[in-house]
Nanobody, 122 residues
C-alpha cells in the first residue's frame, strides 16, 4: 500500500510558477514510477508527466513540455512538479499517482492522491 498526499496548489497569475509536492508513505517509494495527472471540471483526466524509479527517465505531455519539470527525491519519499510559465488552460486539479511501470496511461497507475487545485488567472 502506498498513500499519496499532494500539496502546493493555489491561485497564481498567468506567467507565474508553482511547485507541487507529493509525499508518499511506506518504505517502497523507490519501487514505483511516479506520475502527475490533471483533471478539469467536465473534462477527462489528462496525463501531465511521469518519472522513472531513479529519476533517469521523464516524459511529458506536449502541452506542458518545456514549462513543467518532474523530479523526485527518494530519500524524502517525495515527487515534485515544478510548473513555470503557467497559463489559464493549466487550471485543474492535479493528482499524483504511483505505478509499477513507466506509462502515461492513468489506468495503469495503482495508487492516487486526493489532488490539489491549481488555478491560473488571466
Amino acid at each position: 500500500q502506498v498513500q499519496l498526499v499532494e500539496s502546493g496548489g493555489g491561485l497564481v497569475q498567468a506567467g507565474g510558477s508553482l511547485r507541487l509536492s507529493c509525499a508518499a508513505s511506506g518504505r517502497t517509494f523507490s519501487s514505483y514510477v511516479m506520475g502527475w495527472f490533471r483533471q478539469a471540471p467536465g473534462k477527462e483526466r489528462e496525463f501531465v508527466a511521469t518519472i522513472s524509479w531513479s529519476g533517469g527517465r521523464t516524459y511529458y505531455a506536449d502541452s506542458v513540455k518545456g514549462r513543467f519539470t518532474i523530479s523526485r527525491d527518494n530519500a524524502k519519499n517525495t515527487v515534485y512538479l515544478q510548473m513555470n510559465s503557467l497559463k489559464p488552460e493549466d487550471t485543474s486539479a492535479y493528482y499524483c499517482a504511483a505505478s509499477l511501470k513507466v506509462t502515461t496511461r492513468g489506468r495503469e497507475y495503482d495508487y492516487w492522491g486526493q489532488g490539489t487545485q491549481v488555478t491560473v488567472s488571466s
